[in-house]
């Protein structure tokens, strides 16, 4: 069982940056790939970025490849989210999620077993 919780999100201006924290519980957080993931009210949750178990390998949706950067840190038990150069369109509310143990880094939300409870990103024009 992992219970992860976010932090980090806020109103930002266009241009500006935010980092956003999922900070997860359990001994084995090291054995599960990671993801973040954002939903607007009234769409579906999309996929952002993803990370395996090890940190070694990383995954981007193509609108934010070069913006975001999603990383890791097993000694704390937390995965950040980088998001630089925020546009208006990046507004919404931002999940951390974990997968199985050992098991693959995806871009699917149904292989994700575990999720925060999510935190507002609010980018102003």
């Known amino acids: 069982q992992v219970q992860l919780v976010e932090s980090g999100g806020g109103l930002v201006q266009a241009g500006g940056s935010l980092r956003l924290s999922c900070a997860a519980s359990g001994r084995t957080f090291d054995m599960y790939p990671l993801g973040w993931f954002r939903q607007v009210p009234g769409k579906e949750r999309d996929f952002v970025a993803a990370i395996n178990w090890s940190g070694g390998s990383t995954y981007y949706a193509d609108s934010m490849k070069g913006r975001f950067t999603i990383s890791r840190d097993n000694a704390k038990n937390t995965v950040y989210l980088q998001m630089n150069s925020l546009k208006p369109e990046d507004t919404a509310v931002y999940y951390c999620?974990?997968?199985?143990?050992?098991?693959?880094?995806?871009?699917?939300?149904?292989?994700?077993?575990?999720w925060g409870q999510g935190t507002q990103v609010t980018v102003s024009s």
């Open positions: 999620a974990a997968g199985r143990p050992l098991g693959r880094t995806s871009y699917s939300r149904g292989d994700y077993n575990y």
